[in-house]
């Protein structure tokens, strides 16, 4: 069973970054996408940013310019660095492995932006 454990939430100010990280139990070769999503409370969950296998990348529009979505395939994990970080980013971050038509989930780590 694919496992993806999330790390780097937290409380910041207005402005601010954070680095959440991605942990996969297994190579991330071995995925289509990884991804990273979050839910804010009484929202659905949305897509923040996607990295495929040929290392192209789609974001948000809300996070164009602010967001970046990394990989390090020696370390099985991908990564978010989040800059300029506006209150409207706060939520819960889950991490997202696609292989074919199945999509893993990690657990989520909490981002709280305040002003």
């Known amino acids: 069973q694919v496992q993806l454990v999330e790390s780097g939430g937290g409380l910041v100010q207005t402005g601010g970054s954070l680095r959440l990280s991605c942990i996969a139990s297994e190579s991330i070769f071995r995925f289509n996408t990884m991804g990273w999503y979050r839910q804010a409370p009484g929202k659905q969950r949305e897509l923040v940013a996607v990295?495929?296998?040929?290392?192209?990348?789609n974001y948000a529009d809300s996070v164009k310019g602010r967001f970046t979505i990394s990989r390090d395939n020696a370390k099985n994990t991908v990564y978010l660095q989040m800059n300029s970080l506006k209150s409207e980013d706060t939520g819960v971050y889950y991490c997202?492995?696609?292989?074919?038509?199945?999509?893993?989930w990690g657990q989520g780590t909490q981002v709280t932006v305040s002003s």
């Open positions: 990295l495929d296998s040929a290392s192209s990348t």
């Open positions: 997202n492995a696609q292989r074919w038509s199945t999509f893993y």
